[in-house]
Structure formats: C-alpha cells, structure tokens
C-alpha cells in the first residue's frame, strides 16, 4: 500500500524530526529514507541513532506528511517498524539530503536485526560468472546476511559489527556510497579483494594449507570421501558430513557420542526434499523463505517413498518419524553443496551444531580446533569473526501454522510486545533448552538458545549472552525472576548475581502457561484453563509435576486436575531407561510384572529386584505426575524403545508408532479414570489415573495388537482425557479459553488431536506460535509472572 505522491504547491516549506524505532538498523533503513525523500523532493538528513533511525525533513507539507505515512507502510521487507513519531522544528533552507554518520553514546531505544537467508539478487551475483562477486562466500547486501552475530554495540555501523577489521576496496566504497546501489550502507559489504579469506586447515598438511576457491575444494573433496569436516558459520561451527554416505553419518555420530538423537541436513534441491518427506505449502514456505531454519518434515516411508528418492544413511534420523531439514542460508553453504556447474558432491549435507555433548556452540578458530579435534578431519575457517554465538532455529508445522522448538537464528533477538509495560527484568529461565528473557516497558527480548545449564561452558556462555543482550537493548534490570526448583543452576546464578536486587521464583508449570498467555497478548484479567504436560518441573510440594491442569492467570494458579503420582525410582535413571518408569507405573496400577511384557524382559535380572525393593521400601522414589514420564512408560510396554539415548526420545518413537505404514488406528482411546481427590490429602480437585491405560495396554500386548495399535490408542486416550478435564473446568467454574503447552505439545500428533477436539467443544484453544513451548519459552512466562507479583493491578484477577 503506497500512500499517493503529493502534488506541488507554493505554500511554505514545513521542516520535521522523524524518529523511527522497531528494527531499522540493518536492514537498509537510511537508504530508503534517502530514496524516499529524493523521491518526494525533499531535503534535510537521516542516521542511525541508539533512539533508532531520525531523519529530518524538509519541504511541501503535503510531501513531509507523505514521507511521514510512508516512512511506516513502505519500510524494507526485513525492517519492523514499532513506531513513527514527528515533531514540526524550524524550517532551514538547507539544500540536499544526506546520510549523516551515526553519534556516539546514548542509551539503546532500537532493535538489531537477526541474520537473513541469502536474498534471490545476490544468489543470482554468486553464480554469474560476470559479476565481480562470483563465488564470493562472504556476499550480501542491505537484505540479506549477518547482523546480530557480527554487531558489537550500536548503533548498527560498519565499525560496530566485526567487519570493522576489513576496510573497503574502492569498488565497494563506492557501492556503498551510491543511493542508487542495493548496497549503499550495507555494514557487511565486501568482495574478494577486501573481504574475509576462507582456509582449510588439516592436521598433518600445515605446509599445504589453502585458501580461498582452493580451500572450499578441497573441502568438497573431503566430504564426498567421507570426512567431517567443520564449517564455521554465521553464528557457530557446524559438523559437516555426507548424508548418503553411512560410514561418514555412523562416524560423526560415534565421535559426538549422539545415541541416536536425529541429525539435521541440509538440501539444495527442493525436488531431493519432496522425494524424502511430505511438504505442506507452509513448510515450503518457511524451507525457501528468509530465517531457513531447520523444519521438522513427516518422513515418507514405505511406498510412500519414490525409488529416485536420494538414499539418506539409515543414521541420519534413526526411529523418527521427521527429518530435520533446511536449505543453505549462506553463500558457503550454497557453494559448499555445489553450483550449477561444478563438479558432482554431495547434494545432502549433515549439518550438526560445532559442539561436544551439552556443550554450546563453538564460535572461535582456535577454539574449534582444540574442542572439535576428535570430531573432524578438517576445518573451514575464515577470518570473520563471531561476536553472539547463535545455534539454527527448529519449527514444525502443527495445522498448518508454525511451531517453534527453539528460537534462535533468523528470529533472535526480535523482541516480543507484551500485552502490559514492566519494569526493568532479567528472567533467567530454566536448566534445559535454557533462554533468558530480558524486559522492559512493553519490550520483551528472548536470548537465542542458550543450552542445558549442566556445565561450566554453558554457564559461561549464558553470562556472555546476558551481558551482550544488555548491551544491546540498554536494559538494567532491577528485577530478577527465576524457576523454583531449589536445585536449578540458573536460579542459583541468579541469586549469586543479585547484588540486592528482589529476586522472584515462579513454578515451572506456571511459567509455562503465562508464556503462551502473554505471547498471545492476554492482559490476564480472566484466568485461562492451562493444560501443561511435560517432563519435569518442580511442584509447590516437593514433587515432580508435568501432567496438569491449572486454572491460572498472571497473579496465581489453582491446581485443578493432575496426573495421578506414581513413584520415579532412581530420577534420572527412570529417565534414561524407560522399562524402569513403565514397571513403576505396573506397580503402582497393581499390575503383575509378567515375563511376556516387553518392558519386564528389557530390565537385567538384578536391577529388576533392586527396583520392586526401592519402590517397596519408596528409596528414591520422588513422586510424580508426569505425562512425559507416561509417554515413556507406554512406549516401553509397547516395546517401542526401552533405552532412551537423548530426551524425548522414548516419546518421539512412541509418535512415530502411531503414526504407523497405514494412517492411525481408528480404535477407542484408553480410558483414564478421574476421580476427586482424596481430602485428606487435597492437591488437586481431580485426579486422572493411568491405571486403566496400563492394563488396556498390557491386554492388547497379550491380542498381539501390536505396538503401532497400542501408540495411536494411547495417544487418543490422552486427547480425551484433555477434553474431559476441560470440559469439567468449564462446568465447575466457567472458564472457556484453554492453553495447550509444555513439551509434550511438541508432539504434533497429540497437539492436533487436542486442538481439534476441544474447538469441536467450544473452547477458544492457544497454542503458541513465536515461543516455544518446551522449556525455551519458560522465560518469557517468569518474566511476566514476576513482574505482576511485583506490580499487582488494582484489581487481581481471580484464580
């Protein structure tokens, strides 16, 4: 939409300030406020500020309030404008527009863009023999390439981002120079002769190291013999191998010690991605789009599989039912995989995060070398530097709309609007998939994927985060919010970082539901049903929760309903081995541990005695009211996966089981049983009990029903149950709007079931979108919790 350009009058010229905030540095702001105003003839100036983009304009009134109105509707695709002010100053009679170099100083009030996807135009230089630019790794322009890993303070200019290091060649000042050029004023600007330089470097060939076009050759060459090689990126290195070569994908997965946690690839070739998984319009959208993060594709088995289809390694994605796909996102990573011309290579990569297990991301050169040593046999540096480390995001699709699984790369550090202002706030989130979130105002900054919190490294990283995102956002937070769990690393960093600041815990499940709340812009005057189904979170009486249904606002929670606990003998050990959490599920439902249950064979002998004795005797055996737990219960009595080598995987195999060769099993789901709960001991007013579940599951195993029966009726049980408690919420105290989150939401199986059912009974259904679900989003649900504790309104919603 383009507002009408103005016709000319006589009338006296009117001058204006025109301050823009939103993400406009970056993204090619200043170009088009000087194109816009040549275009309208108007003179004056525009810069970067740390207010964000301030021009001032002169000329016809009717001119400066087209300016004004188009300065928001026809703002460059990457930019996101949060709002346009003006103020009439007196008139100069200066001559010319000009952008002005950017002032020193100053407290942030702008936003930095995350780094794009390679556009189509620069695409178009890298494989046009004639363009100065051909092959170019580094290239991009105003649209496109880094900005949040490269910018060192603002405002966004050259001599704050890591390019600084790198003067322009004369060829490129002058593009970025020219108001005409797609590059005027793009900070990362270079070409071959004045940008970063590409090395292979290989242990035991120092003297025959190569650079440039001879280093991605060589490079080349190796993954096609079937090396890992590591590339570094925009945001970190990545582990690279050939995907159809099953030595390479069997190696890298050793070396990583991986289990058998699914890799991602990355694809050049659309036509490769159809053969190999189902694709919606959305998923074809967001594979080709700007962000290109990693999206989690249903896999086409059997004869839904074409016989031309590329012949990925059994080890790419072993026992799921996706393939994490993406598409290049850099100039590397297209000529890594091959132009046109080249010669042949593989044409599906391996691309892991450059890490060791539960480490973060790898950013620096010779830190790659020294941590990835036993991983690669190569490494393809160059001299750019990685200022903020920055992991690949994950999305699905659910219903056609996006689901994010974690939120970094093309989406931090975006800010998310709040539906209320807070005061300056750090909420440190929680030990797995940890992000923090930074507030104030309206503004809410979530940090890109921090890691799980169980080593130095990773508490390290955490602090740089927070200190750079300070950095960049201005935020000093006076508020501290935090998980309860008393053991959580995040929140003991919190408290050790005080320095007498009031630091608020929030209960995990809570959090959970007030982060999908706030993302879709409730105020939290009415309290929502929130159906919150995990692993693990700490509950306000010393158990594990994570089946639950709260009825909560921002101010508060009742617990209505809840899983029925059963016991979780040895913790983690329950975790890694599912058999343990199925047998304790059998004892606690009194059912006999037979020797035809597949869960009962896959547990030693001795271990077996062991447990019934801790569960007898209740030795470390917290209890529980987990669905995730549940989930894997049922997958190991369904002999689905009985060894749980990275989290979720039990469930992930369970899904993909219901899934099965032929659509989902039409049969009714297992039936849970509610009841009140006991009063002497009220800690919900429901309980749902698997007992009925586990003893239709054991009565379908003895049918030889099979474990694909056995997932999908499980999973339509779990459905129904959700329907059922909500359905009692409603009637018992009038709620209508439900929130389905937690990590067990990530199933997209369950989450499409719910959704559907529960619109079917009248309930307005959130889900989020933009924040993840799983613990990546507990931040955000701290944030605004804390920050109502600390401001009530003046009228507290119930709960």
């Excluded at 000087?34 to 275009?39: D, I, K, T």
């Excluded at 001032?56 to 928001?72: L, M, N, Q, T, Y």
């Excluded at 769990?485 to 919190?494: I, K, Q």
């Amino acid at each position: 939409m383009r507002a009408p350009r103005p016709e000319s009058n006589a009338t006296a010229p009117e001058r204006r300030r025109v301050t823009v905030r939103g993400v406009v540095q970056g993204v090619g702001f200043r170009p088009f406020v000087f194109v816009l105003a040549r275009e309208l003839g108007l003179t004056g100036h525009v810069t970067n500020t740390h207010r964000g983009v301030v021009a001032e304009i002169e000329g016809a009134p009717s001119a400066v309030a087209v300016f004004c109105d188009r300065v928001r509707l026809d703002a460059p695709l990457s930019a996101m404008v949060d709002s346009v002010t003006h103020q009439v100053i007196p008139a100069t009679g200066t001559g010319g527009f000009a952008i002005l170099p950017s002032p020193a100083g100053g407290h942030p009030a702008t936003f930095v863009a995350p780094d794009t996807a390679t556009c189509e135009t620069c695409l178009k230089e890298l494989t046009d023999p004639a363009n100065r630019r051909h092959r170019h790794p580094f290239l991009t322009c105003t649209h496109c390439g880094p900005r949040f890993t490269i910018t060192t303070g603002l405002p966004y200019d050259r001599a704050n981002t890591t390019m600084a290091a790198f003067p322009m060649c004369s060829d490129c000042a002058r593009e970025y120079s020219d108001p005409a050029d797609r590059r005027f004023h793009a900070q990362p600007v270079s070409c071959h002769a004045c940008g970063p330089q590409l090395r292979l470097l290989e242990p035991g060939r120092e003297a025959a190291q190569v650079t440039g076009a001879e280093a991605l050759h060589r490079a080349r060459d190796l993954l096609a013999a079937g090396a890992v090689v590591a590339v570094k990126g925009l945001g970190g290195y990545h582990l690279a191998c050939d995907a159809e070569h099953p030595q390479a994908v069997r190696t890298l997965r050793r070396r990583k010690d991986r289990g058998d946690k699914p890799f991602a690839v990355m694809a050049r070739d659309l036509r490769d991605v159809e053969l190999l998984a189902h694709l919606c319009d959305a998923e074809r959208a967001l594979l080709t789009g700007r962000v290109r993060p990693i999206v989690l594709l249903r896999r086409r088995r059997g004869a839904a599989r074409p016989v031309a289809a590329p012949q990925l390694s059994d080890a790419v994605a072993p026992g799921s039912p996706d393939l994490g796909v993406m598409f290049p996102y850099t100039p590397l990573h297209q000529l890594l995989l091959g132009l046109p011309d080249d010669p042949q290579g593989p044409r599906l990569l391996v691309m892991t995060s450059g890490n060791t297990a539960g480490e973060p991301i790898v950013t620096k050169d010779q830190e790659a070398v020294e941590r990835l040593s036993h991983l690669a046999e190569a490494w393809l540096v160059h001299d750019r530097p990685i200022h903020a480390p920055c992991d690949d995001s994950v999305v699905r699709v659910c219903d056609g709309e996006q689901l994010l699984l974690r939120r970094a790369r093309g989406y931090a550090p975006l800010p998310l609007v709040l539906p209320a202002p807070v005061p300056a706030t750090l909420a440190v989130g929680g030990d797995l998939k940890n992000v923090f979130c930074l507030a104030e105002g309206r503004q809410a900054w979530l940090s890109a994927h921090v890691g799980d919190m169980d080593d130095l490294a990773t508490l390290e990283a955490f602090e740089r985060a927070e200190g750079q995102l300070e950095v960049l956002t201005g935020i000093k937070p006076a508020l501290l919010a935090t998980d309860r769990h008393p053991g959580y690393r995040s929140a003991a960093w919190a408290r050790r970082n005080a320095a007498g600041r009031a630091v608020h815990g929030v209960q995990h499940h809570h959090a959970h539901i007030a982060s999908a709340m706030a993302e879709h812009g409730l105020v939290g005057d009415h309290p929502v049903i929130g159906v919150a189904f995990d692993g693990t979170g700490y509950g306000d009486d010393g158990a594990i929760w994570g089946g639950e249904v709260l009825l909560a606002d921002y101010s508060g929670f009742r617990r209505f309903a809840q899983l029925a606990y059963v016991p979780l003998p040895g913790g983690n050990a329950a975790v890694h081995r599912p058999y343990r959490m199925a047998l304790a599920h059998l004892y606690q439902a009194g059912l006999a541990w037979s020797g035809d249950l597949p869960c009962t064979v896959a547990c030693p002998t001795e271990e077996r005695h062991l447990l019934l004795r801790q569960l007898q005797r209740k030795l470390g055996c917290v209890p529980t009211s987990s669905m995730g737990r549940l989930f894997d219960a049922v997958s190991s009595l369904a002999g689905v996966c009985q060894r749980s080598g990275y989290e979720a995987q039990a469930a992930i195999e369970l899904e993909a089981a219901a899934l099965g060769e032929g659509g989902i099993d039409e049969r009714p789901g297992y039936p849970f049983v509610v009841r009140p709960a006991a009063a002497r001991a009220p800690t919900a007013e429901l309980i749902a009990d698997p007992a009925p579940v586990l003893a239709a599951a054991v009565a379908d195993l003895r049918t030889d029903a099979g474990p694909q029966v056995i997932a999908a009726r499980f999973h339509r049980g779990v459905s129904d149950l959700v329907r059922r408690l909500c359905a009692a919420a409603r009637e018992r105290h009038g709620l209508r709007t439900v929130v389905l989150t937690g990590g067990v939401f990530a199933n997209t199986l369950l989450s499409s079931a719910c959704g559907s059912g529960l619109r079917q009974d009248g309930f307005t259904v959130l889900r989020q979108h933009r924040v993840p679900p799983n613990d990546a989003g507990l931040a955000l649900g701290q944030l605004v919790v804390a920050t109502r504790a600390a401001s009530p309104p003046r009228h507290p919603a119930r709960a």
